[in-house]
């Protein structure tokens, strides 16, 4: 059993990353708490789940401008004070969230401008700190490191939101976003106690004068890294695959009303199994360290999402758009498990992909590649909301599932397939 259990090798060798670790696992608890208390403020305010849902688009928009260019900033700057400022804004920005809650202001706009602004911080944080990790700790202990926060971020995105609702139904909005800002300071304390990480010359790239000019020219220089490393590129392809073809969480609020029954309450079952799945996944990762083939293991991990968002399908076909009265125990059990292998599989697929970027890149670069990941992680799930809410209006939620289950397996293995050097990549010697 042990050896199943997550490996706790990187908490106990590296005092900076089990400060980190712990810092990042509570602020992101925190965080989780705020995603929902705005979400409920807005609608408190207007009454409209478009107000709500354009929530989304003030929080997207900035993190894909600005991914890029935080991770330019990654791979000029001191990594440790990169993350320190953009912590700080962020600190700053949720006291403000607090401060309006506390004040009554009930201004919808203001929270718009509030959520861009801590997405555009996340920005570039969020780079900063993956990139950090790599320094931290050696390229063996990638897998489990990476299993470890996978693990802590699945934690935190079950019990927030169940601690935000319950905060803001017990007490009010300013109480949930003031505990955000307590909870984050663990945050801004571990990145404060990290050593100064300056970035390593790389090849092409180590120029003091090209290190002073971060703009459009150093983002340029990532992405046409980027096109001359097949392997990088593959993971991000893949992941897109996955994403933007199959991802079903636009789906769970028509399936809790007029598949599974039982309305929002089958929707929050639903979300708490597929982050449930990831949990497990990670808290059983003890054997992803022996694990040298990535490709193939994202390949298999790909094909496992793909088959369990069918299944998902497959229930909701079978039980029929039938708007039950009741909730239908059975077929909620059984949607449940499809969408915990999916959190599961998803959960292992992002270990490895992230490992593969932590130890393929050079460390020039990896700052911008980052960013790049970050861009693919938050853009790929929006659009595959698109296009299976789409699907949903063409073929019905059920089929849409299963068109978009297999279609994300024939265009995966298609990506895989020309890219052999994907399939044979090897952990041992890694190359991009």
């Known amino acids: 059993m042990p050896r199943l259990l997550a490996d706790l090798t990187p908490l106990r060798v590296s005092p900076e990353y089990r400060r980190l670790w712990w810092g990042l696992g509570v602020s992101?608890?925190?965080?989780?708490?705020?995603?929902?208390?705005?979400?409920?403020?807005?609608?408190?305010?207007?009454?409209?789940?478009?107000?709500?849902?354009?929530?989304?688009?003030?929080?997207?928009?900035?993190?894909?401008?600005?991914?890029?260019?935080?991770?330019?900033?990654?791979?000029?700057?001191?990594?440790?004070?990169?993350?320190?400022?953009?912590?700080?804004?962020?600190?700053?920005?949720t006291a403000a969230i607090a401060l309006q809650a506390w004040l009554d202001v009930g201004s919808v706009e203001l929270l718009y401008g509030l959520v861009a602004l801590q997405s555009a911080a996340f920005a570039i944080n969020n780079p900063a700190r993956s990139a950090i990790i790599p320094r931290l700790l050696p390229a063996s202990l990638m897998p489990a490191a990476n299993a470890l926060q996978t693990l802590a971020f699945n934690v935190a995105l079950t019990g927030g939101p169940l601690l935000g609702a319950a905060l803001v139904a017990a007490a009010d909005y300013a109480v949930a976003y003031t505990l955000d800002a307590v909870m984050f300071t663990a945050a801004l304390w571990a990145v404060?106690?990290?050593?100064?990480?300056?970035?390593?010359?790389?090849?092409?790239?180590?120029?003091?004068?090209?290190?002073?000019?971060?703009?459009?020219?150093?983002?340029?220089?990532?992405?046409?890294?980027?096109?001359?490393?097949?392997?990088?590129?593959?993971?991000?392809?893949?992941?897109?695959?996955?994403?933007?073809?199959?991802?079903p969480r636009v789906l769970w609020p028509a399936a809790a009303v007029v598949y599974l029954g039982g309305g929002e309450t089958t929707t929050g079952v639903l979300a708490a199994a597929f982050a449930a799945g990831g949990i497990l996944a990670t808290l059983f990762s003890g054997p992803l360290g022996r694990v040298h083939r990535h490709g193939r293991a994202i390949a298999w991990a790909i094909t496992g999402w793909g088959l369990s968002v069918t299944g998902f399908g497959v229930v909701l076909v079978l039980v029929g758009r039938t708007q039950p009265d009741g909730v239908l125990l059975g077929a909620l059990a059984l949607a449940c498990v499809a969408l915990?292998?999916?959190?599961?599989?998803?959960?292992?697929?992002?270990?490895?992909?992230?490992?593969?970027?932590?130890?393929?890149?050079?460390?020039?670069?990896?700052?911008?590649?980052?960013?790049?990941f970050i861009v693919v992680v938050a853009g790929g799930p929006r659009l595959g909301e698109l296009v299976m809410g789409a699907g949903s209006s063409w073929f019905t939620e059920g089929w849409a599932a299963v068109v978009g289950g297999l279609a994300s397996l024939v265009a995966m293995w298609a990506v895989v397939r020309l890219n052999p050097r994907f399939w044979r990549y090897d952990a041992r010697s890694p190359q991009a």
């Open 28 to 93: 992101n608890l925190g965080a989780q708490l705020t995603v929902v208390a705005v979400g409920l403020q807005v609608y408190d305010l207007t009454g409209s789940t478009l107000a709500v849902g354009t929530l989304g688009v003030f929080a997207l928009v900035p993190l894909v401008a600005l991914g890029l260019y935080g991770g330019a900033l990654v791979d000029h700057y001191d990594r440790r004070r990169v993350s320190l400022l953009a912590s700080v804004v962020l600190w700053l920005v």
């Open 192 to 247: 404060w106690r990290l050593p100064a990480l300056p970035p390593e010359p790389g090849e092409g790239d180590a120029a003091a004068a090209g290190r002073r000019r971060v703009g459009l020219r150093s983002v340029l220089e990532g992405l046409r890294f980027l096109a001359t490393r097949p392997n990088l590129r593959t993971s991000f392809l893949v992941d897109l695959c996955a994403m933007v073809l199959a991802f």
């Open 340 to 372: 915990g292998l999916a959190g599961g599989t998803d959960a292992l697929s992002s270990v490895f992909r992230q490992s593969i970027l932590q130890t393929a890149a050079p460390d020039h670069m990896r700052g911008r590649l980052q960013g790049v």
